[in-house]
């Protein structure tokens, strides 16, 4: 069945670096994408998403990468902050069905 | 606008009580949604109803019943506890459907002993 998996279940970067999350995905009819990011003890929280029809995206300080050809989404993060810690999910849909299929997160922490 | 809303925070049940999870939105949002969270995985999702007065079973809806109230509202109910219900309970909001951007509530931390 489709599945939504992450290439690291935690990360650690520099205070200043980018950071580059990962996420595979392997039903090829997913057509739109999200990466929420879940700090401890809350919801998780939108800040990204992108469409099959695209390829890149960017937000503030934010950029989601689509490859189709090999499945694969990442987020990447510019100058990574002390509050860009947390978990982040990538998730997937495709047209007409009815969940949003979500993967395990990778944990993001910031060392100063 | 306070987004979505979820009631109790925290929950401590014994085994074989049931308790009612209460969720509202003041986005007028069509669809809800009820995921459950447990440690190290994704969000589940439980139960969505599409629009009022539809409901839907997702991934893991054996235990539970929901009850989508009016536009707003939407109670996730567990008739008798168990302790694999033990987890983190979030409802999500959408205007249209699952293929639009979900907002989430802050959780209901449940314990079931």
């Known amino acids: 069945g489709e599945s939504v998996g992450l290439h690291l279940p935690t990360l650690s970067v520099q205070e200043g670096d980018n950071s580059i999350i990962n996420c595979a995905y392997s039903?090829?009819?997913?057509?739109?994408f999200i990466w929420y990011k879940q700090e401890s003890g809350k919801g998780p929280q939108f800040i990204i998403d992108?469409?099959?029809?695209?390829d890149k995206r960017q937000g503030q300080r934010v950029t989601v990468l689509l490859n189709k050809t090999v499945k694969h989404l990442s987020l990447q993060i510019a100058a990574t902050q002390p509050g860009d810690s947390a978990v982040y999910f990538c998730a997937e849909i495709s047209w007409g069905a009815q969940k949003l299929v979500f993967g395990q997160g990778t944990r993001l922490t910031i060392n100063p | 606008n306070a987004g979505v809303t979820q009631t109790p925070k925290f929950q401590v049940l014994k085994t074989g009580q049931s308790m009612t999870l209460q969720c509202a939105q003041d986005?007028?949002?069509?669809?809800m949604y009820w995921y459950r969270q447990d440690p190290g995985m994704g969000l589940r999702l439980i139960y969505y109803?599409?629009?009022?007065?539809?409901?839907d079973k997702g991934e893991v809806p054996n235990g539970y019943n929901v009850s989508r109230l009016n536009k707003r509202e939407f109670s996730l109910r567990l008739e008798s506890a168990a302790p694999s219900q033990t987890s983190v309970y979030f409802c999500?909001?959408?205007?249209?459907?699952?293929?639009?951007?979900?907002?989430f509530g802050p959780g209901t931390r449940l314990t079931v002993l």
């Open positions: 039903n090829s009819a997913s057509d739109y």
């Open positions: 986005m007028n949002h069509n669809s």
């Open positions: 109803s599409a629009s009022e007065g539809t409901t």
């Open positions: 999500a909001s959408s205007e249209y459907g699952a293929g639009d951007t979900q907002y």
């Open positions: 992108i469409r099959s029809n695209m």
